[in-house]
RNA sequence: GGGCCUGUAGCGCAGCCUGGAUAGCGCGACAGCCUUCUAAUAAAAUUAGAAGCAAGCUGUAGGUCGCGGGUUCGAAUCCCGUCAGGCUCACCA
């Protein structure tokens, strides 16, 4: 919607009233105007007051073909744009560009790195994963469609202590069994039993630590159960990744790096730039950037998860040097590691350092309580996902019971889902929120249903007029206000993709959906689209259609499946 | 105790970066929203059901933007202080 904002500043400028773009703001209520120039900073400049330069611009200053109308209210200058002008530009780029409708080339092919995810292999997934992934997944997608080239990368900690709790338990108590339910549960349980053995049998803790050792050591048995049962746990991550739609292009294995970052360590303290506490571990001293200091290797020499993300991130950019940005979708617990791993790269010289963003998010509740792992109250994520199918699957029974057995349940997987995934993208990632599977589920209200719902209802009349929308219209015809919003919140969508991927925030886009599910209902109830005269009928018919291109477009995004009938 | 984050209607949230007109949205509450067909009826009113682009929309009520200062013509927004909650200050990840 640049045309418009050049055009103002144009029309300003011909009479001598200097403007900048930036100066130029929408009107709180759509019924002021499309644009707005506050006059108060001119007012020093012009030594007038601000409603004295309002009215001189409004004397001065001519409407013409794209801006038809231009008015003084108080301190403001209100302009009206055109609405044939402005129908004509949103359509001519949404309805001829289809899916590529809202794309950016921001990106300019650049190469980025999204990690997300990040599970143990000791235990299924969970609550606190499906918020990492959803916001993993959507930014990677944003960020694809502003033409970045993303590497969507998973961090797998499939080594130490916790990994062989479950391996001890299932060493002592398995009997050899294979999984008999998925397999990540399966190993899951066995964390569980140790942790109940272990109370009754102290013992296991030291064994847990041999084990350990034997693992470093690379016993050939201990490697060949660990192998075992880790790939029964991939096997059981696959199966949630794919039903939550979520991707990964590669796979960082902890146990393959995690003695790597030694060798950077210690090159870095024959420069100086580390030093050795008393106790002697290597620690790399923060202070000048006003950061606790951080130990980096054990005294020992073995290392610690920083030494490993030390060499984990060089590796990175080493196999991606064009990398523009590295994004890690990690809980906000860890903050402060994040600012001192950046920190110390940026101590050993490392121009990437710059390039490393920490994408952080809080915690994931549900209305039953707080989620605390020690307490049993976690909430498994293949739990959530099939209580949302679930829920979904009631309501499609009581609105199309005549439905088939597999179309109901396709329906009912893809409402669910849509369900989980808008509640959680909604939220601001900074922010602990409350999951509420009942309210996200509904179709009124701020939901994922709600917005497949517009979807589905668009299609509906698209497909009572046997499919047909005319390009060629009379964009004069939609002058109603509703239309014009609706028109407008169409423009906005390249807009609110760019500022989801420079802001690194889901939200806006989720939040964008809504309205533009908002305005088209408002239209859809206030205009009559099939009921119209033919060539109102046609005008309308591609404006709904422009808007469920949209929506589509959106909802991709978001990795939200739509239906044509809900 | 230090650092980071959060505090906006009964509840759930957006807006804050980049200061502007009456602080938005959703849930909940309350009041409303067209036509046709079928049934009950002598008819109408009414009620129930179905279909219609129809799980949507409109309106009303609900606010010391945690509190106190400051900057500014103007502060939810910027600055300082303060209170409350979360996270964190490991040789865990």
Known sequence: MDEFKKEIVKLL??????????????????????????????????????????????????????????????????????????AEIVFEDAFKLKNDYGKSLIGRDKEVMIEYCGPNTNKPLHLGHIRNMLIGATLSNAFEACNYKVVR?????????????????????????????????????????FAKKSEEDPKMEEEVYEMLQKWEDGDKEVHALWKKMNNWVYKGFDETYTNLGIKFD????????????KKMVMEAIEKGLFSKDDDGNIVADLSQYKLPKKVVLRADGTAIYVT???????????????????????????????????????????????????????????????????????VDADDLINEMTGVALVEVKKRYPELGEKETM??????????????????????????????????DGETGPYVQYTYARISSIIAKNNGKVERAINYSLLTEDV?????????????????????????????????LCQAFNEFYHSCPILQSDEELKNARLLLASCTRQVIKNGLTILGIDYLEEM
Not at 14 to 39: I, N, R, T, W
Not at 73 to 86: A, I
Not at 419 to 440: C, T
């Open 13 to 86: 400028a011909a009479k001598s009233f200097a403007v900048a773009e930036s100066l130029l703001e929408v009107p709180p209520d759509h019924k002021m105007g499309d644009y707005a120039l506050p006059c108060f900073t001119l007012s020093k400049e012009l030594k007038k007051s601000p409603a004295q330069i309002a009215k001189d611009i409004v004397k001065n200053v001519e409407p013409n073909a794209m801006i038809v109308k231009i008015e003084a209210v108080g301190p403001y200058v209100n302009f009206f744009v055109s609405s044939e002008k402005l």
């Open 153 to 193: 990368a998973n961090i797998i900690n499939d080594r130490g202590i916790h990994i062989c709790k479950s391996m001890l338990a299932y060493q002592k108590f398995g009997h050899d069994r294979e999984p008999d339910k998925k397999p990540d549960h399966f190993v899951g349980d066995f964390y569980v039993i």
């Open 250 to 261: 590669i796979n960082y294995y902890e146990s393959e790096y995690y003695k790597e970052g």
């Open 308 to 378: 490993q993300d030390m060499y984990l991130a060089k590796l990175r950019f080493d196999q991606y040097p064009k990398m523009d940005k590295l994004l890690y979708v990690v809980g906000s617990e860890q903050n402060l590691h994040f600012q001192q791993l950046f920190k110390i790269l940026e101590l050993m010289h490392f121009d990437f350092a710059q390039r490393m963003v920490h994408v952080s998010y809080g915690m994931v509740n549900l209305p039953s309580g707080k989620m605390k792992s020690r307490e049993g109250t976690v």
């Open 410 to 443: 396709n329906r009912a997987r893809i409402i669910g889902m849509a369900a989980l995934k808008f509640f959680f993208i909604k939220h601001d990632p900074m922010k602990d929120f409350v999951f509420n599977p009942a309210e996200s589920i509904s179709f």
């Open 483 to 515: 239309e014009k919003r609706l028109i407008r919140k169409i423009a906005e969508f390249p807009v609110v993709i760019e500022a989801t991927v420079s802001g690194l925030k889901p939200p806006l886009l989720s939040r964008y959906l809504l309205d």
